[in-house]
Protein backbone atom coordinates (compact mmCIF):
# COMPACT_ATOMS: atom_id res chain seq x y z
CA UNK A 1 0.00 0.00 0.00
CA UNK A 2 2.87 2.27 1.16
CA UNK A 3 4.30 1.76 -2.58
CA UNK A 4 1.62 2.63 -4.04
CA UNK A 5 1.14 5.59 -2.65
CA UNK A 6 4.64 6.59 -2.96
CA UNK A 7 3.97 6.01 -6.87
CA UNK A 8 0.77 7.94 -6.74
CA UNK A 9 2.49 11.20 -5.21
CA UNK A 10 5.27 10.83 -8.02
CA UNK A 11 3.10 10.28 -11.16
CA UNK A 12 0.98 13.43 -9.39
CA UNK A 13 4.01 15.45 -9.06
CA UNK A 14 5.61 14.61 -12.23
CA UNK A 15 2.57 15.75 -13.83
CA UNK A 16 2.28 18.68 -12.22
CA UNK A 17 5.74 19.44 -13.45
CA UNK A 18 4.65 18.79 -16.72
CA UNK A 19 1.83 20.88 -16.63
CA UNK A 20 4.42 24.04 -15.14
CA UNK A 21 6.64 22.93 -17.86
CA UNK A 22 4.07 23.40 -20.49
CA UNK A 23 2.71 26.97 -19.48
CA UNK A 24 3.62 29.48 -22.42
CA UNK A 25 5.01 32.67 -20.94
CA UNK A 26 6.16 35.88 -23.21
CA UNK A 27 7.26 39.06 -21.97
CA UNK A 28 5.60 42.51 -22.81
CA UNK A 29 7.81 45.91 -22.18
CA UNK A 30 5.00 48.59 -22.33
CA UNK A 31 4.54 52.07 -20.93
CA UNK A 32 3.91 53.21 -17.57
CA UNK A 33 0.17 54.33 -17.78
CA UNK A 34 -1.03 50.82 -19.04
CA UNK A 35 0.37 49.45 -16.26
CA UNK A 36 -0.53 52.57 -13.57
CA UNK A 37 -4.16 52.47 -14.87
CA UNK A 38 -5.02 48.61 -14.25
CA UNK A 39 -5.58 48.58 -17.77
CA UNK A 40 -3.45 44.87 -17.48
CA UNK A 41 -4.35 43.87 -14.36
CA UNK A 42 -8.10 43.60 -16.09
CA UNK A 43 -7.35 42.92 -19.67
CA UNK A 44 -4.25 40.39 -19.37
CA UNK A 45 -6.14 37.56 -17.09
CA UNK A 46 -9.05 37.96 -19.99
CA UNK A 47 -5.89 37.11 -22.94
CA UNK A 48 -4.66 34.31 -20.31
CA UNK A 49 -8.37 32.60 -19.94
CA UNK A 50 -8.59 32.38 -23.77
CA UNK A 51 -5.11 31.30 -24.81
CA UNK A 52 -3.01 29.47 -22.28
CA UNK A 53 -0.60 32.50 -22.59
CA UNK A 54 0.83 34.09 -19.46
CA UNK A 55 2.48 37.81 -20.59
CA UNK A 56 4.91 38.90 -18.12
CA UNK A 57 4.88 42.94 -18.05
CA UNK A 58 8.14 45.61 -18.26
CA UNK A 59 6.96 48.98 -17.37
CA UNK A 60 8.98 51.45 -17.77
CA UNK A 61 8.68 54.27 -20.36
CA UNK A 62 8.42 54.06 -24.27
CA UNK A 63 11.66 54.95 -25.22
CA UNK A 64 13.55 52.21 -22.35
CA UNK A 65 10.17 49.44 -23.86
CA UNK A 66 11.70 50.51 -27.55
CA UNK A 67 15.36 49.68 -26.73
CA UNK A 68 14.30 46.04 -24.25
CA UNK A 69 12.56 44.88 -27.92
CA UNK A 70 15.34 45.80 -29.55
CA UNK A 71 17.59 43.87 -27.51
CA UNK A 72 15.61 41.11 -28.30
CA UNK A 73 14.53 41.20 -24.47
CA UNK A 74 10.91 41.42 -24.82
CA UNK A 75 8.42 39.33 -27.42
CA UNK A 76 5.66 41.95 -27.79
CA UNK A 77 6.06 45.82 -27.18
CA UNK A 78 2.71 48.18 -26.12
CA UNK A 79 4.12 52.10 -26.42
CA UNK A 80 3.09 55.44 -27.11
CA UNK A 81 5.11 57.33 -29.02
CA UNK A 82 4.15 57.08 -32.35
CA UNK A 83 6.70 58.48 -34.27
CA UNK A 84 9.24 56.70 -32.21
CA UNK A 85 7.20 53.26 -33.06
CA UNK A 86 7.22 53.62 -36.72
CA UNK A 87 10.70 55.03 -37.02
CA UNK A 88 11.81 50.83 -35.22
CA UNK A 89 9.53 49.11 -37.44
CA UNK A 90 11.22 50.84 -40.42
CA UNK A 91 14.58 50.03 -38.89
CA UNK A 92 12.99 46.39 -39.11
CA UNK A 93 13.47 45.84 -35.09
CA UNK A 94 9.79 45.05 -35.21
CA UNK A 95 6.95 44.04 -37.35
CA UNK A 96 2.55 44.27 -37.59
CA UNK A 97 2.66 47.77 -35.49
CA UNK A 98 -1.09 48.31 -35.10
CA UNK A 99 -3.10 51.35 -33.76
CA UNK A 100 -4.94 49.87 -30.53
CA UNK A 101 -6.67 52.60 -28.50
CA UNK A 102 -6.52 56.27 -27.52
CA UNK A 103 -6.53 59.05 -24.84
CA UNK A 104 -5.28 62.52 -24.33
CA UNK A 105 -2.37 64.07 -22.37
CA UNK A 106 -3.54 66.93 -19.59
CA UNK A 107 -1.66 69.47 -17.99
CA UNK A 108 -2.15 69.40 -14.13
CA UNK A 109 -1.10 71.80 -11.47
CA UNK A 110 -2.14 73.22 -7.98
CA UNK A 111 -5.78 74.31 -7.66
CA UNK A 112 -4.34 78.14 -6.87
CA UNK A 113 -3.13 77.56 -10.23
CA UNK A 114 -0.19 80.32 -9.84
CA UNK A 115 0.55 80.71 -13.61
CA UNK A 116 -3.28 81.07 -13.78
CA UNK A 117 -2.92 78.90 -17.03
CA UNK A 118 -6.64 77.37 -16.21
CA UNK A 119 -8.86 78.13 -19.24
CA UNK A 120 -6.50 78.55 -21.65
CA UNK A 121 -6.95 76.68 -25.39
CA UNK A 122 -3.11 75.67 -26.24
CA UNK A 123 -0.89 73.63 -24.13
CA UNK A 124 2.11 75.27 -25.62
CA UNK A 125 1.06 78.81 -24.65
CA UNK A 126 0.67 77.38 -21.39
CA UNK A 127 3.91 75.84 -20.80
CA UNK A 128 4.87 79.30 -21.91
CA UNK A 129 3.00 81.21 -19.23
CA UNK A 130 4.50 78.59 -16.83
CA UNK A 131 8.10 79.52 -17.44
CA UNK A 132 7.18 83.15 -17.57
CA UNK A 133 6.10 83.17 -14.01
CA UNK A 134 8.60 80.68 -12.76
CA UNK A 135 6.24 78.42 -11.66
CA UNK A 136 7.46 75.14 -10.55
CA UNK A 137 7.21 71.84 -13.49
CA UNK A 138 7.90 68.22 -12.81
CA UNK A 139 9.09 66.71 -15.93
CA UNK A 140 9.17 62.65 -16.19
CA UNK A 141 12.55 63.06 -17.54
CA UNK A 142 12.71 59.36 -18.56
CA UNK A 143 12.39 59.68 -22.51
CA UNK A 144 8.74 57.80 -22.44
CA UNK A 145 6.36 58.59 -24.20
CA UNK A 146 4.89 61.48 -21.77
CA UNK A 147 7.90 62.91 -21.65
CA UNK A 148 8.11 62.82 -25.53
CA UNK A 149 5.06 64.48 -25.81
CA UNK A 150 5.95 67.08 -22.86
CA UNK A 151 9.29 68.11 -24.70
CA UNK A 152 7.61 68.45 -28.06
CA UNK A 153 5.69 70.95 -26.52
CA UNK A 154 8.54 73.02 -24.67
CA UNK A 155 10.11 72.81 -28.65
CA UNK A 156 7.03 74.79 -30.06
CA UNK A 157 6.85 77.03 -27.56
CA UNK A 158 10.34 78.06 -28.45
CA UNK A 159 11.46 77.61 -24.66
CA UNK A 160 14.70 75.35 -23.69
CA UNK A 161 13.20 74.63 -19.59
CA UNK A 162 16.64 72.41 -19.55
CA UNK A 163 18.58 73.70 -16.25
CA UNK A 164 16.35 75.97 -15.36
CA UNK A 165 15.42 76.33 -11.64
CA UNK A 166 11.55 75.95 -11.85
CA UNK A 167 12.02 72.53 -13.90
CA UNK A 168 13.21 69.67 -12.27
CA UNK A 169 13.19 65.75 -14.03
CA UNK A 170 13.08 63.15 -12.26
CA UNK A 171 13.13 59.95 -14.35
CA UNK A 172 10.19 58.53 -12.62
CA UNK A 173 7.18 56.55 -14.06
CA UNK A 174 3.95 58.46 -14.22
CA UNK A 175 2.22 57.89 -10.93
CA UNK A 176 5.48 58.71 -9.18
CA UNK A 177 5.71 62.38 -10.84
CA UNK A 178 2.28 63.23 -10.24
CA UNK A 179 2.75 62.49 -6.22
CA UNK A 180 6.37 64.56 -6.96
CA UNK A 181 4.72 67.28 -8.69
CA UNK A 182 1.64 67.33 -5.79
CA UNK A 183 4.27 67.31 -3.04
CA UNK A 184 6.42 70.25 -5.18
CA UNK A 185 3.20 72.43 -5.97
CA UNK A 186 3.87 71.77 -9.45
CA UNK A 187 2.54 71.57 -12.44
CA UNK A 188 3.12 68.15 -15.01
CA UNK A 189 1.83 66.66 -18.00
CA UNK A 190 -0.17 63.28 -17.24
CA UNK A 191 -1.99 61.14 -19.62
CA UNK A 192 -5.39 61.37 -18.91
CA UNK A 193 -5.89 57.28 -17.85
CA UNK A 194 -3.29 57.60 -15.18
CA UNK A 195 -4.83 60.30 -13.60
CA UNK A 196 -8.29 58.80 -13.15
CA UNK A 197 -7.04 55.74 -12.18
CA UNK A 198 -4.24 57.52 -9.42
CA UNK A 199 -5.93 60.80 -8.20
CA UNK A 200 -8.26 59.32 -5.26
CA UNK A 201 -6.24 56.45 -4.53
CA UNK A 202 -2.82 58.76 -4.04
CA UNK A 203 -5.00 61.64 -2.73
CA UNK A 204 -3.78 64.44 -5.05
CA UNK A 205 -4.46 67.95 -4.00
CA UNK A 206 -4.22 68.56 -7.80
CA UNK A 207 -6.37 69.68 -10.58
CA UNK A 208 -7.15 69.73 -14.55
CA UNK A 209 -5.33 72.75 -15.72
CA UNK A 210 -5.74 72.31 -19.03
CA UNK A 211 -7.21 70.10 -21.42
CA UNK A 212 -8.91 69.51 -25.11
CA UNK A 213 -5.80 70.84 -27.20
CA UNK A 214 -6.01 68.34 -30.13
CA UNK A 215 -1.65 68.42 -29.79
CA UNK A 216 -2.51 66.12 -26.71
CA UNK A 217 -3.69 63.37 -28.61
CA UNK A 218 -2.46 59.91 -27.22
CA UNK A 219 -2.36 57.41 -29.53
CA UNK A 220 -0.80 53.53 -28.30
CA UNK A 221 0.25 51.15 -30.21
CA UNK A 222 1.31 47.09 -29.94
CA UNK A 223 3.80 45.77 -32.62
CA UNK A 224 5.83 42.30 -32.61
CA UNK A 225 9.50 42.12 -31.98
CA UNK A 226 11.17 41.10 -35.63
CA UNK A 227 12.00 37.04 -35.28
CA UNK A 228 14.95 37.80 -37.65
CA UNK A 229 16.32 40.03 -35.32
CA UNK A 230 16.20 37.39 -32.17
CA UNK A 231 16.36 34.11 -32.32
CA UNK A 232 14.81 33.81 -28.66
CA UNK A 233 11.28 35.54 -29.16
CA UNK A 234 7.86 33.72 -29.40
CA UNK A 235 6.98 35.41 -32.32
CA UNK A 236 3.83 33.01 -32.93
CA UNK A 237 2.60 34.15 -29.08
CA UNK A 238 3.43 37.79 -29.50
CA UNK A 239 1.38 37.76 -32.71
CA UNK A 240 -1.86 35.47 -30.83
CA UNK A 241 -1.46 39.00 -28.26
CA UNK A 242 -0.81 41.43 -31.12
CA UNK A 243 -4.22 39.78 -32.86
CA UNK A 244 -6.40 39.59 -29.99
CA UNK A 245 -5.90 42.85 -28.85
CA UNK A 246 -6.82 44.61 -32.25
CA UNK A 247 -9.68 42.07 -32.31
CA UNK A 248 -13.20 43.03 -31.87
CA UNK A 249 -13.05 40.61 -28.46
CA UNK A 250 -9.60 42.93 -27.95
CA UNK A 251 -11.28 45.76 -28.89
CA UNK A 252 -14.39 45.40 -26.62
CA UNK A 253 -12.68 44.62 -23.34
CA UNK A 254 -10.51 47.76 -23.88
CA UNK A 255 -13.89 49.86 -23.92
CA UNK A 256 -15.36 47.77 -20.72
CA UNK A 257 -12.59 49.09 -18.90
CA UNK A 258 -13.66 52.30 -16.84
CA UNK A 259 -12.62 53.57 -13.58
CA UNK A 260 -15.17 53.53 -10.46
CA UNK A 261 -16.93 56.63 -11.71
CA UNK A 262 -17.60 54.89 -15.41
CA UNK A 263 -15.16 56.70 -17.08
CA UNK A 264 -13.94 55.16 -19.93
CA UNK A 265 -9.97 55.51 -19.40
CA UNK A 266 -9.10 54.32 -22.93
CA UNK A 267 -10.86 54.48 -26.52
CA UNK A 268 -10.27 51.88 -28.83
CA UNK A 269 -9.48 52.71 -32.06
CA UNK A 270 -7.51 50.01 -33.93
CA UNK A 271 -8.21 49.70 -37.75
Keep these: MRKLIVLTLALVLIGSTAAVSAETRIRMASTTSTQNSGLF ?9 KTGIKIDVVAVGTGASIEI ?10 VHAKELELKAV ?32 SATDAFKKVAES ?5 SRGDKSGTNTKELSLWKKSGID ?6 YLEVGQGMEKTQRIADEKRAYTLTDRG ?11 DMVVVLEGDPTLFNQYGVMAVNPEKSKTVKYKEAMEFVNWIVSKEGQDAIAG ?13 AK
Design 134 to 138: GSSFV
Design 90 to 121: EEGFFVNRHDVMYNDFVIIGPANDPAKIKGMK
Design 41 to 49: DYLLPIFEK
Design 69 to 78: GKRGDADVVF
Design 257 to 269: FKDKNGNALFIPN
Design 194 to 204: TWLATKDKDKL
Design 161 to 166: PTGQKW
